[in-house]
């Protein structure tokens, strides 16, 4: 149920942007021949010569429409180009696409606080640019006006007779203006530039809304389209919303917009305004109540959130009529593929962003074959997310399970766990959600070290309900949007790719490279059987020669077994030595950081490993290594200079004062006697 959020009293300027026709606007960048012509794209399955899901404006202008196949779109328009998406994993590939939108965001995240809302909608917050243009350059004082800002609809002025430009011109250059009218016409001159800046950079267009709140911008964006722009002043926003029907309202599309037609014979906005707070209060409860009172008037406090990368990733796939999946076989089969795609868009969120996600979702859809007037739901089931290709496989297919055995208990099935007992499943998605970005270098060094033994990290199995749940249901456009949020309370919980709740306090160090400190403090995790053991095999062989060094190589080794789902079973900080130079040493506890790291709450006791290379100041400040005994272990270097100051700052005390001295002996270029440079470990 929406809830009503105060709406701040000073004026907002707020853009919403939505792309044209996006999906053939891509396809028509990679053929440039596909310009100005009637052009769709149609879903991969040839049935009817496929669903379209985008179609361009000059095929629109034919009658084509979203809802119609490929045979009927040519039947209406015969030159239509159709234009097949990309497949990968047995299903659309939507990956084009999303780049394709990224281009954009990056472009329109320049001028303010941006939120990608889906694919290819934006929300813009530009408040600031517009009072920064309204003090420094207003409208009125500028010689010329961008022709694109000129082509702006107003809502409430009339667009007729030939001089509209002239009067959109008079109306974003009025000096008599209200504050909150000069912000929108500022804002309404940004976004004309940037989506004149778009078009430049990426050849996309775009529309927009704009408007003092998101409800207001978003429900303007599409009213005149393609490649142009809506202004909504506050004097028109009862003009604007009066008319329209409850359903085309953002929340009011499903049950509530039923339950106000059924209920209060609500049809348009306008009929909303009739009802005091206190009846919408007594009828939907105070904050429902609220927030339709407020929308009739189009007020929304609804921010912007800055959030430019998706909230969640999905996969999914429907399987309709005869393609309805009745056995498991067909289903793991389907799930492994669905898995395979999230998994490398994990991996990619990781390597691009060092972002990673906590949990794992499994929506499906399904019937039972001797019940066709069931409205049972298959309910959506969740886990903690393990990482790797196979974990997140196996775990999607216990979701399944789970679903599966909720979803007949009803029917009292006293089947076996593989065996079909007259269900299928027509839709099947996977999605991973509460993502959250590796702290960066200015984190605490807490989260670099474990607190917990990682030895007992085994892939512990799910066990049933325990660690099931239930959240709210995804449809896969939001899924693909990231636009719904998962609310289930029990659903927050912290933990680190490959394991499971206990051992949330593990995070993965991110790779600060060259300029901080914590660069140095990573923690490439070792697959070792015990302490005292020699090390693996693997990290042995890691261990030799050349122009990688041993520690970046177990580094990258780490992170690809936490990546593509080994598990990692104990820890060792820093660089390990060729066993053909003998044994590691193991440094004696003298210094004050391997005080700290072997003291109290942050030790994990003899599971750290600390070894030690030797390290020679150079005059140029830099702190170089070498391996011991002579090798040609790859040897690596460290500006004092490029070290971040604020990570310091997290250190503890007396380890901050070792670091500081250190530093004042680099820039002096006089050797260090400091033992916290032993720990300082290649930058990648
Ligand atoms: N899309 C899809 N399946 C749907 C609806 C949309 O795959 N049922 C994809 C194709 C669209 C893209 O999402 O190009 C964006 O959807 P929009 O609803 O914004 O529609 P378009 O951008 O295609 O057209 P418009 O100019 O009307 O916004």
């Known amino acids: ?82 234009v097949q998406v990309p497949v990968a994993h047995g299903k659309a590939d939507l990956k084009i696409y999303r780049n394709a939108g990224s281009e954009v965001v990056s472009i329109l995240a320049r001028k303010g606080r941006c939120e990608r809302a889906s694919i290819d909608e934006v929300y813009l917050d530009l408040t600031d640019a517009a009072e920064t243009m309204l003090a420094e350059n207003p409208p009125e004082s500028l010689e010329d006006i961008n022709d694109e800002a000129l082509k702006s609809h107003i809502v409430g002025l009339a667009e007729d007779g030939s001089d509209v430009k002239e009067k959109v011109k008079n109306w974003l250059c009025r000096t008599d203006a209200s504050h909150r009218d000069k912000l929108l016409a500022c804002g309404a001159l940004i976004v004309a530039e940037l989506r004149a800046q778009v078009f430049m950079e990426t050849e996309f267009t775009c529309s927009a809304g704009i408007a003092h709140n998101k409800i207001l911008a978003k429900l303007t964006s599409g009213m005149n389209k393609p490649a142009q722009q809506t202004v909504v002043p506050s004097v ?43 009846k ?40 309709p009529g005869p393609h309805a999946l009745r056995t ?3 289903v793991e089969h389907w799930l492994n593929e669905l898995c395979q795609e999230l998994s490398e868009r994990l991996v990619a969120d990781f390597e691009q962003n060092k972002r990673i996600a906590h949990t794992l979702t499994l929506n499906a859809r399904a019937y039972m074959l001797r019940d066709t007037n069931s409205q049972k739901k298959f309910p ?3 886990s903690p997310l393990r990482y790797g ?58 989260n670099f070290f474990p607190t917990q033994s990682l030895a007992c990290c085994a892939s512990p199995q799910l066990s049933g309900d325990a660690s099931m749940h239930e959240v709210v249901q995804l449809t896969a456009a939001e899924i693909e949007s990231g636009s719904k949020e998962f609310t289930t309370a029990k659903e927050s919980i912290g933990g680190i790719p490959g394991m499971y709740p206990r051992d949330q306090k593990r995070k993965i160090q991110e790779d600060k490279g060259i300029g901080s400190i914590m660069g140095f403090f990573e923690v490439p995790v070792q697959s070792c059987p015990s302490l005292n053991q020699e090390p693996h095999e693997e990290t042995s ?28 079973q104990c820890l060792s900080v820093g660089p390990t030595m060729n066993p053909q130079e003998g044994k590691r040493k193991k440094l004696q506890g003298t210094s004050s950081i391997l005080r700290f790291l072997k003291s109290s709450k942050y030790s994990t006791h003899d599971r750290i490993e600390i070894f030690q290379e030797p390290c020679v100041p150079s005059s140029s400040g830099e702190m ?22 604020t990570v310091i700052d997290e250190l503890p005390p007396h380890i901050q004062q070792e670091v500081w001295s250190w530093l004042k002996q680099s820039h002096s270029s006089k050797p260090s006697s400091s033992t916290i440079t032993r720990y300082f470990f290649p930058p990648k």
Request: glycine fraction near 12%; aromatic fraction near 8%.
């Open 1 to 82: 149920m929406p809830v009503a959020k105060p709406e701040s009293s000073d004026a907002r300027v707020i853009a919403h942007i939505d792309m044209d026709c996006f999906y053939v606007q891509v396809e028509q960048r990679k053929q440039p021949e596909l310009r100005g012509l009637p052009t769709a794209v149609v879903q991969y399955n040839s049935w009817k010569g496929g669903g379209l899901i985008a179609v361009s404006y000059e095929a629109r202008k034919f009658g084509v429409k979203r809802s119609m196949r490929g045979d009927e779109a040519k039947y209406v328009c015969p030159e239509i180009q159709l």
């Open 236 to 278: 028109s926003v009862k003009e604007l919303l009066a008319p329209l029907p409850i359903k085309k309202m953002k929340q009011l599309g499903g049950k509530l917009g039923d339950s106000l037609k059924s209920n209060l014979g609500v049809s348009t906005i306008g009929d909303l305004l009739q009802f005091s707070t206190e």
């Open 280 to 319: 919408l209060q007594e009828c939907y409860g105070i904050n429902t109540g609220t927030w339709l009172w407020n929308i009739a008037r189009g007020i929304s406090g609804e921010k912007v959130e800055g959030r430019i990368l998706p909230k969640s990733h999905g996969s999914g796939k429907s399987f």
């Open 328 to 330: 498991i076989g067909l």
């Open 380 to 382: 959506s089931k969740s």
């Open 389 to 446: 290709i196979a974990k997140i496989q196996e775990d999607a297919l216990n979701l399944f399970h789970a679903g599966i055995h909720d979803y007949m208990g009803s029917y009292a099935s006293k089947g076996e766990k593989n065996q079909n007992n007259g269900w299928g499943i027509t839709a099947l998605s996977v999605s991973a959600s509460k993502i959250f970005t590796i702290p960066r270098g200015t984190g605490t060094i807490m």
């Open 541 to 568: 062989r890691s261990s030799g020669h050349g122009s990688e060094s041993c520690w970046q190589k177990n580094q990258a080794e780490s992170q690809n077994r936490l990546l593509y789902g080994e598990q990692p």
């Open 624 to 645: 170089r290594a070498r391996g011991s005994g002579g090798s040609e272990r790859g040897e690596w270097s460290y500006k004092a200079n490029e070290i971040d100051p």
